[in-house]
T-cell receptor, first 116, second 113 residues
Framework: NAGVMQNPRHLVRRRGQEARLRCSPM?????VYWYRQLPEEGLKFMVY????????ESGMPKERFSAEFPKEGPSILRIQQVVRGDSAAYFC??????????????FGNGTRLTVT | QKEVEQNSGPLSVPEGAIASLNCTYS??????FFWYRQYSGKSPELIMS????GDKEDGRFTAQLNKASQYVSLLIRDSQPSDSATYLC?????????????FGKGTLLTVNP
């Protein structure tokens, strides 16, 4: 009964490169959420997706960031032309659709992105 | 006005004492409330959820919700050093079928042996 799987666990990119973060939700979960956490700060919502649909991207920076959750395969958070300020822990979470508004989020282990 | 507020701490309690963690939220229509624990360098893990006014107990943990005061708290009885972590309050704000959670910044709890 695998939990939320994220990879890679650690990612190092030089400024200007692209970063791709992957997330496979828990079995049976069709809702995926991405959060960013800077050191000593709370979890900041970025985007909420269901299969093939972006439901809420109000927390995503307008440029360089994109997310998808295709019909098949994991959810991808893509950061183009990374800058040092993108260095953070990126957490993916998933929830089960049956619980509706009462469903908790279950988090993956995160991807620690370091931009050099 | 911040949507979910917590005292950042640190909150320090001796082993065996009761730790009390508090959280307030701004959206009066919020319906679902969650407490997560996050150890340093790790991911958040769900401790408890609460949806109705009153108390909900699970082992050493008790969540309390007062919607009129827009206040939710977490009590940890018989605190152990292993409870030392950051505790995150999360609220599902009202708004139809948008199921994202909004988190407070967390309260750092230290339990001293």
């Amino acid at each position: 009964n695998a939990g939320v799987m994220q990879n890679p666990r650690h990612l190092v990119r030089r400024r200007g490169q692209e970063a791709r973060l992957r997330c496979s939700p828990m079995k049976g979960h069709s809702h995926v959420y991405w959060y960013r956490q800077l050191p000593e700060e709370g979890l900041k919502f970025m985007v909420y997706l269901q299969k093939e649909n972006i439901i809420d991207e109000s927390g995503m920076p307008k440029e360089r960031f994109s997310a998808e959750f295709p019909k098949e395969g994991p959810s991808i958070l893509r950061i183009q032309q990374v800058v040092r300020g993108d260095s953070a822990a990126y957490f993916c979470a998933s929830s089960h659709p049956a619980g509706g508004g009462n469903s908790p989020l279950h988090f993956g282990n995160g991807t620690r992105l370091t931009v050099t | 006005q911040k949507e979910v507020e917590q005292n950042s701490g640190p909150l320090s309690v001796p082993e065996g004492a009761i730790a009390s963690l508090n959280c307030t939220y701004s959206d009066r229509g919020s319906q679902s409330f969650f407490w997560y624990r996050q150890y340093s360098g790790k991911s958040p893990e769900l401790i408890m959820s609460i949806y109705s006014n009153g108390d909900k107990e699970d082992g050493r943990f008790t969540a309390q919700l007062n919607k009129a005061s827009q206040y939710v708290s977490l009590l940890i009885r018989d605190s152990q050093p292993s409870d030392s972590a950051t505790y995150l309050c999360a609220v599902r704000l009202s708004g139809g079928s948008n199921y994202k959670l909004t988190f407070g910044k967390g309260t750092l709890l230290t339990v001293n042996p």
